[in-house]
């Protein structure tokens, strides 16, 4: 079994180099592109190690110029993947569908984009795009749960027989409406059926707030205690009447409610920040 803790000689680049070149051309222009910022961070690297260290500058050790780069590397790959998987895209670019064309990255959309901000953040992704405001991703109105109302410039779809059709939001088009509440401009809406829902109400000067609704269901998550050692389940009620026991990855409360969170946005992205969860000690 091939150790994956030991570094690439250049026998092996060399191989991974006429891989690429047998890849269909549209994969083979972006992968050819890490490729070759992989070989500048080798030649980097190599550098780093055969330069004299001053003594004034030998506070940072090998090892933890390797995990910082490691990190990185790990970081720079889950936002990879979520670009393919989900959708997200980079500054100045409006947003490809899953499984679309590739997009052209360049630095400033490394520098600009906050998703690859999340993620160095230790940060979970969301599965799905969130709202975007002007353009960028607007994670914290999907994440916030105390949030105020904020001012937001908006805009009913309507048909010609005055039926709402949806609405625009901060210049996003795909919330949708789920009621209108009255005749005085108030109306339930949701991003594209995902995550929370949101009471947008306009006011006589047409100005319009944007306001969470709360969360209208409570699961139940378990304490388990072990020998001092804390765990937590996550309490869901199956289609079959039955209850789902899912483990949540977490040793505090805190933990175990984000990642309660993060598993409804995964498979039920639909109740994602429209439940309140209530701790049982068991």
Known sequence: MVN????????????????????????????????????RLRALETAALTQPVEETKTEQTDDELDEHVAQVALDTAEWLKTLWNVGYMGAGSFRAEPRSTFPTIDLEDVRRSSLFARIRQGKHVLPFPPPTRQGSPWHELVEDSAAAAVG???????????????????????????????????????????????????????????????????????????????????????????????????????????????????????????????KRAH
């Open 4 to 39: 994956q803790d030991t570094p690439l000689d250049a026998d092996d680049l060399a191989i991974f180099a006429d891989r690429i070149e047998a890849l269909p051309p549209d994969d083979a222009e972006w992968v050819a592109r890490l490729w070759r910022e992989v070989l």
């Open 152 to 278: 937001v410039n908006a805009e009913i779809i309507r048909d010609e027989s005055g039926a709402a059709l949806g609405a625009i939001i901060e210049g996003c088009a795909d919330w949708e409406i789920l009621a209108e509440v009255s005749e005085r401009g108030e109306f339930i809406v949701q991003h594209q059926g995902k995550g929370p829902k949101y009471r947008l109400l306009f006011a006589e000067n047409l100005q319009a707030t944007l306001q969470r609704e709360p969360p209208q269901t409570v699961c139940t998550i378990q304490l388990h205690n072990h020998g001092g050692l804390a765990s937590y389940t996550l309490e869901w009620p199956a289609k079959d009447g039955t209850l789902q026991m899912i483990p949540l990855r977490a040793a505090t409360w805190a933990r175990a409610t984000a990642e309660a969170d993060y598993w409804l946005a995964t498979t039920h992205p639909e109740m994602y920040g429209q439940i309140r969860f209530e």
